[in-house]
T-cell receptor
Framework: DAGITQSPRHKVTETGTPVTLRCHQTENHRYMYWYRQDPGHGLRLIHYSYGVKDTDKGEVSDGYSVSRSKTEDFLLTLESATSSQTSVYFC????????????FGPGTRLTVT | TQLLEQSPQFLSIQEGENLTVYCNSSSVFSSLQWYRQEPGEGPVLLVTVVTGGEVKKLKRLTFQFGDARKDSSLHITAAQPGDTGLYLCAGLNSGNTPLVFGKGTRLSVIA
């Protein structure tokens, strides 16, 4: 299995508070992604990174920011959490070549009350 | 926006039955991937198909990429309860753009 960890695995927070989710990889892959998964919507891309300090928006980026200061870490921040951001968040990694096959972390279940 | 439509959305079958799930698009993809996701876990890559008309087999699972590289199918022979999960297809357009994911087919195999 690819070495990807996410922390925390579960979090409950209140509306309006900032939240940061961490993704850590030991595979030295160039690309990293943040998705959210909700019933009826499937996996939706929030942001992705194609290198250190190089990031781009996905289809549902509003309300989220990311940072990547090291190859191995990709942080997702909810500046002011809202109930609509209650979801399961997955991090994934890939490398160029091999059709950019993605390897996913175990997920973080976030509940915003 | 490129879309991948998966059908059916839900499928519940008895152990030992065969099934096919589909992944369709109006767009051409350079490759297509299938993932399986079990409850409480992240998706896991099953296979990648890259050539139009390609067929790949993984034990009881057979994957096919359409000749025009716009669609794909996954056929499971003699389904087992361990096949239960969410099956996702994902298409790659050009080299450095993110994968496009379908919404998935949720399969339940009843013993």
């Amino acid at each position: 299995d690819a070495g990807i960890t996410q922390s925390p695995r579960h979090k409950v927070t209140e509306t309006g508070t900032p939240v940061t989710l961490r993704c850590h990889q030991t595979e030295n892959h160039r690309y990293m992604y943040w998705y959210r998964q909700d019933p009826g919507h499937g996996l939706r891309l929030i942001h992705y990174s194609y290198g250190v300090k190089d990031t781009d928006k996905g289809e549902v980026s509003d309300g989220y920011s990311v940072s990547r200061s090291k190859t191995e870490d990709f942080l997702l921040t909810l500046e002011s959490a809202t109930s609509s951001q209650t979801s399961v968040y997955f991090c994934a990694i890939s490398e160029s070549g091999k059709s950019y096959e993605q390897y996913f972390g175990p997920g973080t279940r976030l509940t915003v009350t | 926006t490129q879309l991948l439509e998966q059908s059916p959305q839900f499928l519940s079958i008895q152990e030992g039955e065969n099934l096919t799930v589909y992944c369709n698009s109006s767009s051409v993809f350079s490759s297509l991937q299938w993932y399986r996701q079990e409850p409480g876990e992240g998706p896991v890559l099953l296979v990648t198909v890259v050539t139009g008309g390609e067929v790949k087999k993984l034990k009881r699972l057979t994957f096919q990429f359409g000749d025009a590289r716009k669609d794909s199918s996954l056929h499971i022979t003699a389904a087992q309860p361990g096949d239960t999960g969410l099956y996702l297809c994902a298409g790659l357009n050009s080299g450095n753009t993110p994968l496009v994911f379908g919404k998935g087919t949720r399969l339940s195999v009843i013993a």
